[in-house]
């Protein structure tokens, strides 16, 4: 049975009916939500009214009129959260795997997303997201929704706490413990903002440039890392042309890096909207039909097309 098939009987079998339930709230969701936006705008013209006692009413007014809409959508967003998060998401989960362990209050391990060392600045506190974990043969893995933040001091002391990184992240046993760390990233996030659009061949956090032998992958990403044999060693031509399927199949910015005895691998969303939308209710798109089942299930199969493109299932190296 084709996944376009199972994915079928799922719809047909327990979800098109409660999709179609709430599809009436999903609708007053946002209806309220657009009602909100006049009343806005009439806000922002009453500070144009030369009265001034009318001017300060019709602000208040409008205003609080616009926070009740928004209040209203809220109410309704609330109550669609629980079923996405906790049934449709749930069971395409066990759709892929009926053993996968899923999650949908999980703050993903600081101390393992540091570990990667894919960022240079050190995440210090995360968001509550959807985490699946499980195993693919005899490697086990942890994909999970991930919403980090670090911590930003200006020059009064004032702390604030920025998005470090928003997106999908997965890290999976590599079966051989490296000496160095190797380091995949988007090739234009190092070209962006240099000299002619050309590669340092130091970075001061990745490490020293790795050439390789695949043009199109390295059109792709840039590779860094501590040793230029190990770099190698780790990224043979077979593995290389899984890293450019598994990015053409998602397009869009990924990281990988190899450190100590795993691979972690961060899909960026990092304005939120994109990701948001596939894992949460919103107004304006119904989501009853089959098709708007595919895009969540395809980036929740990410975590075991990662091991299988990548070959991470292969017991060829073990571990000292």
Same mark, same amino acid.
């Given at each position: 049975?084709? *996944?376009?098939?199972?994915?079928?009987?799922?719809?047909?079998?327990?979800?098109?009916? /409660?999709?179609?339930?709430?599809?009436?709230?999903?609708? #007053?969701?946002?209806?309220?939500?657009?009602?909100?936006? %006049?009343?806005?705008?009439?806000?922002?013209?009453?500070?144009?009214?030369?009265?001034?006692?009318?001017?300060?009413?019709?602000?208040?007014?409008?205003?609080?009129?616009?926070?009740?809409?928004?209040?209203?959508?809220?109410?309704?967003?609330?109550?669609?959260? /629980?079923?996405?998060?906790?049934?449709?998401?749930?069971?395409?989960?066990?759709?892929?795997?009926?053993?996968?362990?899923?999650?949908?209050?999980?703050?993903?391990?600081?101390?393992?997303?540091?570990?990667?060392?894919?960022?240079?600045?050190?995440?210090?506190?995360?968001?509550?997201?959807?985490?699946?974990?499980?195993?693919?043969?005899?490697? %086990?893995?942890?994909?999970?929704?991930?919403?980090?933040?670090?911590?930003?001091?200006?020059?009064?002391?004032?702390?604030?706490? /920025?998005?470090?990184?928003?997106?999908?992240?997965?890290?999976? @046993?590599?079966?051989?413990?490296?000496?160095?760390?190797?380091?995949?990233?988007? @090739?234009?996030?190092? #070209?962006?903002?240099?000299?002619?659009?050309?590669? #340092?061949?130091?970075? /001061?956090?990745?490490?020293?440039?790795?050439?390789?032998?695949? %043009?199109?992958?390295?059109?792709?990403?840039?590779?860094?890392?501590?040793?230029?044999?190990?770099?190698?060693?780790?990224?043979? %031509?077979?593995?290389?042309?899984?890293?450019?399927?598994?990015?053409?199949?998602?397009?869009?910015?990924?990281?990988?890096?190899?450190?100590?005895?795993?691979?972690?691998?961060?899909?960026?969303?990092?304005?939120?909207?994109?990701?948001?939308?596939?894992?949460?209710?919103?107004?304006?798109?119904?989501? *009853?039909?089959?098709?708007?089942?595919?895009?969540?299930? #395809?980036?929740?199969?990410?975590?075991?097309?990662?091991?299988?493109?990548?070959?991470?299932?292969?017991?060829?190296? *073990?571990?000292?």
């Amino acid at each position: 049975m084709t *996944t376009d098939d199972k994915l079928q009987e799922l719809f047909e079998r327990e979800l098109k009916q /409660p999709l179609a339930e709430t599809a009436s709230i999903r609708q #007053k969701m946002h209806k309220n939500m657009l009602l909100a936006i %006049p009343f806005v705008v009439m806000a922002i013209l009453m500070f144009f009214v030369p009265i001034m006692w009318l001017r300060i009413v019709g602000i208040i007014a409008f205003l609080l009129i616009a926070i009740y809409q928004f209040a209203v959508s809220q109410h309704y967003y609330s109550k669609l959260v /629980p079923f996405y998060r906790n049934t449709l998401v749930a069971k395409l989960v066990k759709l892929i795997n009926p053993n996968y362990i899923y999650s949908t209050k999980e703050r993903f391990d600081l101390d393992l997303f540091n570990a990667s060392k894919l960022f240079q600045t050190k995440a210090i506190r995360s968001q509550e997201g959807i985490m699946i974990m499980g195993e693919v043969e005899k490697t %086990p893995f942890y994909f999970a929704e991930v919403n980090t933040e670090y911590v930003s001091t200006n020059d009064e002391g004032k702390k604030t706490y /920025p998005t470090l990184f928003y997106g999908l992240m997965f890290v999976a @046993d590599f079966n051989k413990h490296l000496q160095g760390r190797t380091f995949v990233v988007p @090739d234009k996030d190092l #070209k962006e903002n240099l000299l002619a659009g050309k590669e #340092k061949k130091t970075h /001061p956090h990745y490490g020293q440039l790795v050439k390789l032998e695949n %043009p199109e992958f390295e059109s792709i990403f840039s590779v860094y890392g501590d040793s230029q044999q190990e770099a190698r060693y780790v990224l043979t %031509p077979a593995m290389m042309e899984a890293m450019t399927h598994i990015y053409k199949q998602y397009n869009r910015k990924m990281y990988f890096s190899f450190v100590g005895s795993h691979v972690y691998c961060a899909i960026s969303f990092m304005h939120g909207i994109a990701l948001h939308r596939v894992f949460y209710p919103h107004g304006k798109k119904n989501t *009853t039909s089959l098709d708007d089942l595919k895009e969540p299930y #395809k980036l929740l199969e990410l975590g075991e097309l990662i091991i299988k493109e990548m070959n991470l299932n292969t017991r060829i190296w *073990t571990k000292k």
